[in-house]
């Protein structure tokens, strides 16, 4: 075995708030458990809703102020380029945190979670540069001109499964386009936050620009959810949570985005290029110990290759390398939490009774004293309603399911409450485009695992989101559109007011 990786960073005693450019503590306390051994990695003091508000407030003078939505462009830019800059010069610091916290390899981390976060910000500053306004002439002797502003104050709650990715992506497209923030981490995941923003501010970001507050969903969440003070709120996170963030936005009309769960088709057709296929499935079901939002964990199997893609895929996933995330071979580590452990394995009991067949894993690991380490899994569902092919289990857990026709396949990829993603492996061009036309999602894949294109939007169809991410759709979520008409000919006006009494 190979050894831990070194060197070790410092992990803060408390998590603390970062409001107005001060650390502030608060009483109520939250423990952030290490998912390998069990024990308290560190706490949280929890931001209550009076903490909240003074970071919404923060966010708001600032804003008003223009310390930073008024910058110029240019200058605003050198700024995000020296965050990226930062993040790639702590990238081990980060991924390490990453990976103590949250349990997913420290190799995954490093390689694509944390290059992909100084992306986010080097990729805004670009895309700022680049961007353009129109002007419209055809309405003669006037001169119609579209210009974006910052829209305001932007609240950012970012979930415990990729927090450094996921998160940075919306702190960076609210700082590029000259908001101030208020960013809420999951309470299982603080680490990177914390970090990021410390890294923030040493970047030149002024004081108020950027706030963090800590805790719990239920405390510190819905406090930022419903605040009547915010612009504009982008969530990352469960669907039925993404449910209760919309109605507490909706009350005070605050534009959400969305981004929520899937139980993505991941397709695979007897033309496919079989290695690439299994390894494309691989990848997308057991990645960052399975737990993501585009998991392809439904596979779903042309019947001319399905024995023997299956024998393959079981064999590959007893050899899968389950153990201390810290490790540089380990390839599966611990559950982010012990509740999460729970869930995964509670899908277990729904087998029996769909009429599933459990095919490997299925249990907690052996060999492992403490932590919450899963079992990678797959099973054998007899049609698409069963329980495992329905609900998102948000694990190591994939379930296969047979198809003879494209048409079948496209049914049963499309029947689904979610809309996320989908994958479809073969060699035919024609059932590529029939793919293209067929699958009811908001990213399909075809002939690889997931590709992220920031200029391209990314988001769900149906129960797995509102709203999209990329350059575009970021730049119209967080700017307001301003058209000014600007008289430039004689246009003489009617005159009221002056007949007769
Ligand atoms: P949750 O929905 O449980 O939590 C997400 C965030 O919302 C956390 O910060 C959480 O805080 C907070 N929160 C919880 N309740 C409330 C509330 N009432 N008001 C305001 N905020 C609240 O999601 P998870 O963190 O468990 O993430 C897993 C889910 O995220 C999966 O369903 C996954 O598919 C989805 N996801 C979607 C992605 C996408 O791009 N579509 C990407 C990644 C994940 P706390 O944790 O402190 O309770």
Same mark, same amino acid.
Request: a negative charge; one cysteine or more; proline letters at 5%.
């Given at each position: 075995?190979?050894?831990?990786?070194?060197?070790?960073?410092?992990?803060?005693?408390?998590?603390?708030?970062?409001?107005?450019?001060?650390?502030?503590?608060?009483?109520?306390?939250?423990?952030?458990?290490?998912?390998?051994?069990?024990?308290?990695?560190?706490?949280?003091?929890?931001?209550?809703?009076?903490?909240?508000?003074?970071?919404?407030?923060?966010?708001?003078?600032?804003?008003?102020?223009?310390?930073?939505?008024?910058?110029?462009?240019?200058?605003?830019?050198?700024?995000?380029?020296?965050?990226?800059?930062?993040?790639?010069?702590?990238?081990?610091?980060?991924?390490?945190?990453?990976?103590?916290?949250?349990?997913?390899?420290?190799?995954?981390?490093?390689?694509?979670?944390?290059?992909?976060?100084?992306?986010?910000?080097?990729?805004?500053?670009?895309?700022?540069?680049?961007?353009?306004?129109?002007?419209?002439?055809?309405?003669?002797?006037?001169?119609?001109?579209?210009?974006?502003?910052?829209?305001?104050?932007?609240?950012?709650?970012?979930?415990?499964?990729?927090?450094?990715?996921?998160?940075?992506?919306?702190?960076?497209?609210?700082?590029?386009?000259?908001?101030?923030?208020?960013?809420?981490?999951?309470?299982?995941?603080?680490?990177?936050?914390?970090?990021? #923003?410390?890294?923030?501010? =040493?970047?030149?970001?002024? !004081? @108020?620009?950027?706030? /963090? *507050?800590? +805790?719990?969903?239920?405390?510190?969440?819905?406090?930022?959810?419903?605040?009547?003070?915010?612009?504009?709120?982008?969530?990352?996170?469960?669907?039925?949570?993404?449910?209760?963030?919309?109605?507490?936005?909706?009350?005070?009309?605050?534009?959400?985005?969305?981004?929520?769960?899937?139980?993505?088709?991941?397709?695979?057709?007897?033309?496919?290029?079989?290695?690439?296929?299994?390894?494309?499935?691989?990848?997308?079901?057991?990645?960052?110990?399975?737990?993501?939002?585009?998991?392809?964990?439904?596979?779903?199997?042309?019947?001319?290759?399905?024995?023997?893609?299956?024998?393959?895929?079981?064999?590959?996933?007893?050899?899968?390398?389950?153990?201390?995330?810290?490790?540089?071979?380990?390839?599966?580590?611990?559950?982010?939490?012990?509740?999460?452990?729970?869930? #995964?394995?509670?899908?277990? =009991?729904?087998?029996?009774? !769909? @009429?599933?067949?459990? /095919? *490997?894993? +299925?249990?907690?690991?052996?060999?492992?004293?403490?932590?919450?380490?899963?079992?990678?899994?797959?099973?054998?569902?007899?049609?698409?309603?069963?329980?495992?092919?329905?609900?998102?289990?948000?694990?190591?857990?994939?379930?296969?399911?047979?198809?003879?026709?494209?048409?079948?396949?496209?049914?049963?990829?499309?029947?689904?409450?979610?809309?996320?993603?989908?994958?479809?492996?073969?060699?035919?061009?024609?059932?590529?485009?029939?793919?293209?036309?067929?699958?009811?999602?908001?990213?399909?894949?075809?002939?690889?695992?997931?590709?992220?294109?920031?200029?391209?939007?990314?988001?769900?169809?149906?129960?797995?989101?509102?709203?999209?991410?990329?350059?575009?759709?970021?730049?119209?979520?967080?700017?307001?559109?301003?058209?000014?008409?600007?008289?430039?000919?004689? #246009?003489?006006?009617?005159?009221?007011?002056?007949?007769?009494?």
């Amino acid at each position: 075995m190979l050894a831990r990786a070194k060197p070790e960073f410092a992990i803060p005693e408390v998590c603390r708030n970062f409001v107005n450019g001060q650390w502030v503590i608060s009483s109520v306390r939250l423990p952030v458990i290490n998912p390998v051994d069990e024990q308290v990695l560190t706490e949280i003091a929890e931001a209550d809703t009076g903490l909240v508000d003074e970071a919404v407030r923060a966010a708001r003078l600032t804003f008003e102020q223009g310390v930073w939505s008024k910058l110029g462009l240019e200058d605003r830019q050198k700024v995000l380029f020296r965050i990226a800059d930062l993040i790639d010069e702590h990238a081990d610091e980060l991924a390490w945190l990453e990976s103590m916290n949250i349990g997913s390899p420290l190799s995954q981390c490093r390689g694509r979670h944390v290059p992909r976060a100084a992306y986010n910000f080097r990729f805004f500053a670009e895309y700022i540069s680049q961007s353009r306004s129109d002007a419209y002439t055809q309405l003669e002797n006037y001169l119609s001109v579209v210009t974006r502003e910052p829209v305001g104050v932007a609240a950012l709650i970012g979930p415990w499964n990729a927090p450094i990715a996921l998160t940075s992506m919306k702190i960076a497209a609210a700082l590029a386009f000259g908001n101030s923030c208020v960013v809420k981490p999951s309470e299982i995941s603080p680490l990177t936050a914390v970090r990021m #923003v410390e890294l923030i501010r =040493d970047s030149g970001v002024p !004081d @108020g620009v950027v706030n /963090l *507050v800590n +805790g719990s969903g239920t405390v510190t969440g819905a406090a930022l959810a419903s605040h009547p003070d915010i612009d504009v709120l982008s969530f990352t996170g469960g669907t039925t949570t993404g449910r209760a963030i919309m109605s507490a936005a909706g009350k005070n009309l605050t534009p959400v985005t969305l981004e929520l769960g899937g139980k993505s088709a991941n397709i695979i057709f007897d033309d496919a290029d079989f290695d690439r296929a299994l390894d494309g499935a691989l990848i997308s079901i057991f990645s960052n110990n399975g737990q993501q939002c585009l998991a392809g964990s439904r596979i779903l199997l042309q019947e001319g290759i399905a024995e023997k893609f299956m024998d393959a895929f079981i064999q590959r996933t007893r050899n899968l390398k389950i153990g201390d995330p810290l490790l540089p071979e380990t390839e599966v580590g611990p559950l982010a939490t012990k509740q999460h452990f729970e869930r #995964v394995h509670s899908f277990v =009991d729904t087998l029996e009774a !769909d @009429g599933c067949k459990l /095919l *490997v894993g +299925g249990k907690r690991c052996s060999g492992f004293d403490k932590g919450f380490y899963y079992e990678p899994t797959a099973v054998l569902a007899p049609d698409n309603s069963a329980v495992v092919c329905q609900e998102e289990i948000f694990g190591p857990f994939a379930a296969f399911q047979l198809f003879k026709t494209p048409q079948e396949a496209w049914d049963i990829a499309n029947d689904s409450k979610f809309g996320l993603l989908g994958y479809v492996w073969t060699s035919s061009y024609a059932t590529a485009m029939a793919a293209h036309e067929t699958v009811k999602s908001g990213v399909l894949c075809i002939n690889s695992p997931i590709i992220r294109e920031l200029r391209a939007p990314f988001g769900g169809y149906k129960e797995s989101g509102v709203g999209r991410e990329s350059g575009a759709a970021c730049e119209a979520f967080y700017s307001e559109v301003k058209t000014t008409a600007f008289l430039t000919g004689d #246009v003489p006006l009617r005159k009221l007011g002056l007949g007769e009494a």
